[in-house]
């Protein structure tokens, strides 16, 4: 929808959705073998699958399209040649089968589709066609023109009212709306965006504008009669107004001021009987943009999943004609027949908001009725969306740095600036390796079993005595250290159990051949000790590390070599070149490159990874502003480019990507960088998370047996800090703990164990992986789980609802009562004193005393 027409760029029925585009198509859709510019199409409101299309060739066409995973058709069904010039707009009749009103720069004809020629040509227009639309029952055309026209037109040829317009000259559309009235789109003379409301039978005066930004974007209309939602949006802006039509003042209120993360390209509206009514979904908005369609559900809140709200949907029109074209013609009108939406299922399914990229207004006014959109998500969630794609089980998956007491703390001395091509440091289930900034190429190694703070003296070191390029461990290997370094040579370095007690400084064997420095190096996923090097040289080379010679000279690359990474079937090697190439070889059958493609145009870096068993390439890398961009490429047609391909944020670093085969989750992070977004990848299927840590060095990703099962733990990373080493754990949500989860935790590839030797598989040998479920003997798998009764959290209405008499009313007052005060039979406190005996009671005569003076 990049180009000019003034059709409207997509269209939605029930099952599909159509749009026209001079761009590749994204994974889940087809194309249609249109030999010229698509202007405009139409789904028919009787048929899911009868698409029209008018084009520049002059002629409209009639296509009978399938569901997404059959063929398309390679014909059109019918093909109308309505040689008017270029045709711009075409519409489906909405009452009557088979009838379709065409409009080219200034004519309009109408067609019935079973006939060689048009029903009738409708008068000329003195300016340039710009809008047309039906009246509900399809007894009447209206049109909008350059010339700041308004026609109401009776389907005779007779132009029944003509008015002027909006006063501006530039781009306008026309819409019927409920109560007779027509809505207008335009520009006033102060070239504003304006909207005008009009009686349909009194076009001398609008009843009502509203003027909107000052814009040089076209207004595309959007109506909804049964909720009388009028959505407008610019065609290239990012804002979607929503406005409620009432038949008396105020007639247009606003509802929302939704600000959309990308601009928009076409609109369309999925029809009625598609929405989720269990949600109250009043109104479903598909957004075209540049990279991918955007699913807007708009909702009322109101308690969902329990009864059908017939006040928010009235009886919606139906698949069923009301009359056929001929009889239309002869001048019959009929409504067509409305029936419930309670019925509807919904084909095309409702994003959530948490996955799917619904987008909420930055502000809200005139909330007459209640309708908000959804919430959006984030920035960096918005990289690469789902079409129409379902919940994720990870959405909520997080992050988190593992207690203190598995760290490894007082680092010092870290070297920060590695090259970009290195991961900064490397990790295995058993030690890391992290370099220094001291003369001669020191790599420090720690045991993760031996955490706590590290000593202030001087600590046993590995001795390059050149500068690090980059260095990786044997996957198969957990005590061997391959390191690459500016003199061209990569050294093989053997770790003694227990980590390092002393400093080496004789390294196992020395890999020499290349003439340059060494970009970097990637061992291969299934043979024992074949490597992988790239190199200034512009060359990658395969070495046999068992003995230390170089076996496969890779060429075809005409600049430094950003990244490159093995399939997961280990038989191809995917490169991504400062060239702006992204190239695909087999190594084992020729030297230079079996594909190659348009990769990222920025020069600042870039990853490649293979996702999808294999099927696809993903790469990260930067755009021609220097923005971070994520690139979907198919392993089969590189030539044609990426698939997908759209921003992810601005940062300096490149972003290092990991994929969790198992989960189809995607981990992107960098050095330096303080987010780490978790996307989870089924072709289509986009789902992203962001944690945020503290700034961190980077992050290296350790074998799916570190993984906690107990707590559900998906991925384990072990995160650099400036004076830390610290695990991360990447968890999943669940409430049943207790047992093991086997829908997230499948049978996994031990890919730490070698299936073959680099000499079988350089005679033409492939190996593959064996699995092993990670669940412990003690645990029950979910899915085995005993089913629980559903726990009722209310009492049942009636509970609250029956009829009490007074003596029960009384009763229950009377209890509540005694339950404040206290048990009434409970003894007083004071009877539980001790007191005397009965014995001990003595009763005396009490007599008085008479004292005399002592004479003395």
């Not at 045709?87 to 720069?105: D, K, Q, R, Y």
């Not at 814009?215 to 409620?244: K, Q, Y």
């Not at 809200?364 to 959006?376: E, N």
């Not at 392993?635 to 290092?656: N, Q, R």
Request: aromatic share 6%; net charge negative; glycine share 6%.
């Amino acid at each position: 929808g990049s180009f000019s027409s003034q059709g409207k760029h997509m269209k939605s029925s029930c099952s599909l959705v159509a749009f026209n585009t001079d761009q590749a198509v994204c994974p889940n859709s087809l194309s249609l073998p249109v030999p010229d510019l698509v202007t405009d199409l139409d789904f028919s409101p009787f048929d899911d699958y009868l698409l029209a299309t008018c084009s520049a060739d002059e002629t409209v066409k009639l296509w009978r399209v399938c569901d997404l995973d059959q063929d398309q058709p390679s014909n059109a069904e019918v093909t109308l040649s309505a040689a008017d010039g270029r045709l711009e707009i075409v519409l489906f009749h909405p009452a009557a089968s088979g009838l379709l009103a065409v409009a080219s720069a200034r004519g309009v004809q109408v067609w019935d589709v079973t006939r060689d020629t048009a029903l009738t040509v409708l008068e000329q227009h003195e300016d340039q066609l710009q809008g047309l639309a039906w009246k509900e029952d399809g007894s009447l055309l209206a049109s909008s023109c350059k010339h700041y026209e308004i026609k109401k037109i009776m389907c005779l040829s007779v132009s029944l009212q003509c008015v002027q317009g909006h006063q501006g000259n530039r781009d306008s559309r026309v819409l019927w709306v409920k109560d007779d009235n027509l809505l207008t789109t335009g520009f006033n003379q102060m070239r504003q965006q304006e909207v005008r409301l009009w009686d349909s039978r009194k076009l001398s005066s609008s009843l009502s504008s509203l003027s909107l930004a000052t814009s040089n974007a076209t207004l595309m209309p959007l109506f909804d009669p049964d909720s009388g939602l009028l959505i407008v949006s610019g065609n290239g802006e990012s804002v979607i107004d929503c406005f409620e039509v009432n038949s008396s003042e105020p007639f247009l209120s606003q509802v929302s001021h939704c600000l959309t993360d990308v601009s928009t390209r076409g609109v369309a509206l999925v029809p009625k009987l598609a929405l989720d009514v269990s949600c109250c979904e009043v109104l479903r908005l598909m957004q075209l943009s540049d990279n991918f369609i955007v699913p807007i559900s708009y909702q009322v809140p109101r308690k969902a999943g329990q009864d059908f709200h017939a006040d928010l949907y009235p009886d919606t029109v139906g698949h069923t004609p009301a009359v056929t074209a001929e009889d239309w013609w002869k001048g019959e009108n009929k409504q067509v027949v409305t029936s419930s939406a309670s019925t509807s299922s919904s084909p095309l399914s409702t994003p959530s908001s948490s996955a799917a990229p619904s987008r909420s207004p930055s502000s809200t006014s005139g909330l007459s009725s209640g309708f908000l959109p959804s919430p959006s998500p984030s920035q960096s969630s918005r990289a690469i969306h789902s079409m129409l794609g379902p919940s994720s089980k990870f959405r909520h998956i997080q992050g988190a740095v593992l207690h203190r007491d598995t760290h490894i703390t007082n680092l010092r001395g870290l070297h920060l600036t590695t090259p970009g091509e290195c991961d900064g440091f490397c990790a295995n289930g058993q030690r890391v390796a992290v370099p220094l900034a001291i003369a001669g190429g020191q790599i420090a190694v720690f045991e993760l079993s031996q955490p706590g703070k590290l000593p202030d003296t001087a600590l046993p070191t590995i001795q390059n005595s050149v500068n690090v390029a980059d260095f990786c461990w044997d996957p198969f290997d957990t005590h061997k250290l391959v390191v690459a370094g500016d003199d061209a040579k990569i050294r093989v370095w053997q770790i003694p159990k227990g980590g390092l007690t002393e400093t080496l400084t004789e390294p196992e064997r020395v890999l020499r051949g290349h003439t340059e420095k060494i970009y970097s190096i990637k061992f291969h996923p299934h043979a024992s000790g074949l490597l992988a090097s790239s190199s200034y040289d512009l060359t990658v080379r395969l070495w046999n590390l068992e003995t230390g010679e170089e076996v496969k000279r890779l060429s075809g690359h005409q600049d430094q070599i950003f990244g490159m990474a093995w399939s997961p079937d280990g038989k191809l090697l995917a490169t991504v070149c400062k060239d702006g190439k992204v190239r695909l070889y087999d190594p084992r059958k020729s030297t230079l490159p079996i594909q190659e493609g348009p990769g990222p145009e920025g020069q600042r870096g870039a990853r490649v990874v293979w996702v999808c068993d294999g099927k696809y390439l993903l790469v990260s890398g930067f755009d021609s502003r220097s923005e971070r961009q994520l690139y979907l490429f198919s392993a089969e047609s590189l030539a044609s480019g990426s698939v997908v391909s759209a921003p992810a944020d601005v940062s300096p670093s490149t972003l290092i990507p990991f994929y969790d085969p198992d989960t189809s989750v995607l981990i992107l992070t960098g050095k330096v960088c303080e987010c780490v977004p978790l996307l989870r990848n089924k072709i289509g299927h986009w789902f992203i998370v962001t944690n945020r840590f503290i700034q961190q060095c980077g992050l290296c990703f350790l074998p799916k047996a570190e993984c906690n099962v107990r707590d559900v733990e998906v991925a384990r990373a072990i995160r650099l800090g400036k004076t830390t080493i610290e695990p991360v754990a990447f968890r999943v949500p669940r409430v049943k703990k207790e047992f093991f989860q086997d829908d997230v935790f499948p049978e996994t590839a031990v890919w730490w164990d070698a299936s073959l030797t680099a000499a079988a598989w350089l005679s033409g040998s492939n190996g593959q992986h064996r699995k092993i479920s990670l669940r412990p003997n003690d645990m029950t798998p979910v899915s085995e789980a005993p089913k629980e009764a559903p726990v009722r959290k209310y009492l049942p209405s009636s509970v609250y609802l029956e009829e009490k008499t007074d003596e029960q009313k009384k009763e229950e007052l009377l209890s509540a009562m005694v339950a404040k005060l206290g048990n009434r039979e409970d003894p007083l406190p004071q009877e539980s004193y001790e007191g005397v005996d009965e014995d001990e009671w003595v009763s005396k005569e009490l007599t008085p005393q008479t004292h005399t003076p002592d004479d003395s």
